[in-house]
């Protein structure tokens, strides 16, 4: 494949390829660099660039708070120990910059010994093939993400002619000449318009341009949420947004099936004519099965709620700020 690089080889002086400064900065850059621990939309405490527990190199905890330099080394040592061998034995022969994008291929899917693309890649097929091969990796929950249709396109601009694109994603800017909030992550307009309306769903106002996001709406919802306070609309800051939005979808959804105004056993009293037949006399006849629902439903909205503490923390803060601070603790 064309490129302007010397040739490199999966082994060097003895050593493994690793990944080179460019590769983790473009990395960085995509993932986003979080100095102090915050759950990801799963729920898993995480830090540095996207690592929680499962990367065998740190164990994020509440509270923790690790230097930029600590970022560093611990994706170093995670790409060594968990992804470099296998974009290795993946790419046997591959360049600096064709290495750094299967890394960063691997790191955000897991898939680079599947991959078709790679497979295409080793036999030296034509770049439009590699390019339509990896381009087909842009999915997230079954839908077409924007950041991963850019993902895959700067990947094969580094794979293709070692060009890094956005490497200084992660360089610090605390706010813009605008007072817009700066995205430490690559979003898209229509990303950015779901983000200034879960804001605002949520009681943050994300200010009239709708270009961003008010960097002192940015600081009160990361004021709030337990994270670091800076302004910049970062991976730590969309996942907490997203839990956010996640929590209050379920909830609703625990006091409707609980019984709430919306639905529930309560209206299941008044149920219409498509109803299965019998279903009415059933609960009419047995009437110890709506308080054991009820429990049910109480049991469910108490899981959500010790599931989802982090939000829940967030709406206590102002009233309940020892309460609030000791959920974010745990």
């Given at each position: 494949?064309?490129?302007?690089?010397?040739?490199?080889?999966?082994?060097?002086?003895?050593?493994?390829?690793?990944?080179?400064?460019?590769?983790?900065?473009?990395?960085?850059?995509?993932?986003?660099?979080?100095?102090?621990?915050?759950?990801?939309?799963?729920?898993?405490?995480?830090?540095?660039?996207?690592?929680?527990?499962?990367?065998?190199?740190?164990?994020?905890?509440?509270?923790?708070?690790?230097?930029?330099?600590?970022?560093?080394?611990?994706?170093?040592?995670?790409?060594?120990?968990?992804?470099?061998?296998?974009?290795?034995?993946?790419?046997?022969?591959?360049?600096?910059?064709?290495?750094?994008?299967?890394?960063?291929?691997?790191?955000?899917?897991?898939?680079?010994?599947?991959?078709?693309?790679?497979?295409?890649?080793?036999?030296?097929?034509?770049?439009?093939?590699?390019?339509?091969?990896?381009?087909?990796?842009?999915?997230?929950?079954?839908?077409?993400?924007?950041?991963?249709?850019?993902?895959?396109a700067e990947e094969f601009e580094m794979l293709a002619y070692g060009r890094y694109?956005?490497?200084?994603?992660?360089?610090?800017?605390?706010?813009?000449?605008?007072g817009l909030a700066r995205f430490a992550v690559p979003v898209s307009e229509a990303?950015?318009?779901?983000?200034?309306?879960?804001?605002?769903?949520?009681?943050?106002?994300?200010?009239?341009?709708?270009?961003?996001?008010?960097?002192?709406?940015?600081?009160?919802?990361?004021?709030?949420?337990?994270?670091?306070?800076?302004?910049?609309?970062?991976?730590?800051?969309?996942?907490?947004?997203?839990?956010?939005?996640?929590?209050?979808?379920?909830?609703?959804?625990?006091?409707?099936?609980?019984?709430?105004?919306?639905?529930?056993?309560?209206?299941?009293?008044?149920?219409?004519?498509?109803?299965?037949?019998?279903?009415?006399?059933?609960?009419?006849?047995?009437?110890?099965?709506?308080?054991?629902?009820?429990?049910?439903?109480?049991?469910?909205?108490?899981?959500?709620?010790?599931?989802?503490?982090?939000?829940?923390?967030?709406?206590?803060?102002?009233?309940?700020?020892?309460?609030?601070?000791?959920?974010?603790?745990?």
């Amino acid at each position: 494949m064309a490129s302007g690089h010397p040739s490199g080889n999966t082994i060097a002086r003895g050593r493994p390829m690793q990944t080179s400064e460019q590769g983790r900065a473009f990395l960085e850059g995509h993932e986003g660099v979080a100095l102090r621990a915050y759950r990801c939309p799963a729920g898993k405490w995480t830090i540095g660039a996207g690592l929680t527990a499962a990367s065998g190199v740190v164990v994020p905890k509440a509270g923790m708070v690790i230097t930029r330099t600590e970022a560093n080394r611990l994706l170093a040592l995670a790409l060594m120990r968990n992804y470099e061998p296998a974009v290795g034995a993946a790419m046997p022969g591959a360049k600096q910059h064709e290495f750094d994008a299967g890394v960063s291929f691997h790191f955000n899917t897991g898939a680079i010994g599947r991959a078709t693309w790679v497979k295409r890649w080793r036999v030296k097929a034509p770049v439009s093939e590699i390019r339509a091969a990896l381009g087909e990796w842009r999915k997230g929950g079954g839908k077409v993400l924007p950041g991963l249709v850019l993902r895959r396109a700067e990947e094969f601009e580094m794979l293709a002619y070692g060009r890094y694109a956005g490497i200084d994603r992660v360089a610090t800017v605390p706010v813009r000449a605008d007072g817009l909030a700066r995205f430490a992550v690559p979003v898209s307009e229509a990303e950015i318009a779901e983000i200034r309306k879960g804001f605002a769903s949520l009681g943050f106002d994300p200010g009239t341009n709708a270009h961003g996001v008010l960097a002192t709406t940015a600081r009160e919802f990361q004021r709030r949420y337990g994270l670091t306070v800076d302004g910049i609309i970062g991976r730590a800051t969309l996942s907490a947004l997203q839990r956010a939005l996640d929590a209050r979808v379920k909830v609703q959804a625990g006091v409707v099936g609980a019984g709430g105004s919306a639905g529930g056993v309560t209206a299941a009293r008044e149920l219409p004519e498509a109803a299965p037949a019998g279903l009415a006399d059933a609960l009419s006849a047995a009437p110890w099965i709506e308080p054991i629902i009820l429990g049910l439903g109480a049991i469910w909205l108490a899981w959500l709620a010790w599931t989802y503490r982090d939000a829940l923390a967030a709406r206590l803060d102002r009233r309940f700020p020892r309460i609030a601070a000791k959920l974010r603790s745990i």
